[in-house]
């Protein structure tokens, strides 16, 4: 298995333009969760997918910030218009949590992004 | 009552050495404590976890340590290789509350290990 995918890597994008971050889960698994990771806040859970329904949202900082999961193996975080203290490396993970013991949640590899 | 709270924010140890990192939280319905590790440029992946009907749990060179009554768990490195150099997470869940899988993270703890 490929592992969480997402991408890009790295965005670099000026304030007020749109950015989209991607995101593909292992496949089989039925949680997906987007953290955004600063120096200043550590690991902040933004929003958490079952089964491609949103759980819990109450972690996006603001209407600016939305996300979405069309299917199975697709999501996406989308910030609009950027900030440059949205700066930050975003991770996306992925659970299997029915019938699980415990609640291992496998991280991407995050996008660095930086907003000037 | 959903916070965990780590200390210290950051450890240097001497290679060789024991790294303790620990962290405390409030909510008694957590059920699962795991570790996480992240490396520079990477996510973090799980290193070692354990459930509050044991009071320590073993891994190679990686000991978790459990105090139900103190509502406190603490990660020991024993023999610190730089290699171990990352940041650590703990972490803390809690099954009763429609089994989400939903974690709570420490604040996190940069671990430098000197050759």
């Known amino acids: 298995d490929a592992g969480v995918i997402q991408s890009p890597r790295h965005e670099v994008t000026e304030m007020g333009q749109e950015v989209t971050l991607r995101c593909k889960p292992i496949?089989?698994?039925?949680?997906l969760f987007w953290y955004r990771q600063t120096m200043m806040r550590g690991l902040e859970l933004l929003i958490y997918?079952?089964?491609?329904?949103?759980?819990?949202d109450s972690g996006m900082p603001e209407d600016r910030f939305s996300a979405k999961m069309p299917n199975a193996s697709f999501s996406t975080l989308k910030i609009q218009p950027s900030e440059p203290r949205d700066s930050a490396v975003y991770f996306c993970?992925?659970?299997?949590?029915?019938?699980?013991?415990?609640?291992?949640?496998?991280f991407g590899p995050g996008t660095r992004l930086t907003v000037t | 009552q959903q916070q965990v709270k780590q200390s210290p924010q950051s450890l240097i140890v001497q290679k060789g050495g024991i790294s303790i990192i620990n962290c405390a939280y409030e909510?008694?319905?957590?059920?699962?404590f795991p570790w996480y590790q992240q490396f520079p440029g990477k996510g973090p992946a799980l290193l070692i976890a354990?459930?509050?009907?044991?009071s320590e749990k073993k891994e190679g060179r990686f000991t978790i340590s459990f105090n139900k009554s103190a509502k406190q768990f603490s990660l020991h490195i024993m023999d610190s290789q730089p290699g171990d150099s990352a940041t650590y997470f703990c972490?803390?869940?809690?099954?009763?509350?429609?089994?989400?899988?939903?974690?709570?993270f420490g604040q996190g703890t940069t671990l430098q290990v000197k050759p």
């Open positions: 993970a992925s659970s299997l949590v029915w019938g699980a013991t415990n609640y291992e949640q496998y």
């Open positions: 496949s089989g698994h039925d949680y």
């Open positions: 354990i459930r509050p009907d044991v």
């Open positions: 997918f079952n089964n491609n329904v949103p759980i819990d």
């Open positions: 972490a803390a869940s809690n099954k009763g509350s429609g089994n989400t899988g939903k974690l709570i």
């Open positions: 909510n008694t319905a957590f059920d699962y």
